[in-house]
């Protein structure tokens, strides 16, 4: 628990950061589960799971596997944190929030 488990690098084109790493460093990307977005398995070389996900704002966010995402979200805040995105179950895929630093990082935690 408590460990990186997961990323995202966002831009304006997924399929230009898939084809940038993959030139750069030989990563392996195939279509996600979602429109726009290109996934990197377990295998991809990348060293762990992640994803390239097509958005207006350009961000890394590290996705941090904890136990439990409320109480989670519930320090995030008390250590003067931000909840943006709460508890969310995206059904065969997925169950995340999202939340932002005191400095204003974006990052994830999935369960």
């Given at each position: 628990m408590n460990t990186i488990s997961y990323f995202e690098i966002a831009g304006s084109s997924s399929e230009k950061l898939a084809e940038f790493y993959g030139e750069v460093f030989?990563?392996?990307?195939?279509?996600?589960?979602f429109p726009q977005y290109v996934a990197l398995g377990e295998d991809?070389?990348?060293?762990?799971?992640?994803?390239?996900?097509?958005?207006?704002?350009?961000?890394?966010?590290?996705?941090?596997?904890?136990?439990?995402?409320?109480?989670t979200l519930d320090e995030v805040v008390r250590a003067g944190g931000k909840v943006l995105i709460p508890?969310?179950?995206?059904?065969?895929?997925?169950?995340?929030?999202?939340?932002?630093?005191?400095?204003?990082n974006r990052t994830g935690i999935v369960v």
């Open positions: 030989g990563w392996k990307a195939a279509p996600g589960p991809s070389g990348a060293g762990l799971p992640g994803g390239f996900r097509q958005e207006e704002r350009s961000e890394v966010v590290l996705y941090i596997k904890v136990a439990d995402l409320q109480a508890p969310t179950l995206v059904p065969g895929v997925v169950h995340f929030a999202l939340f932002e630093d005191p400095c204003g």
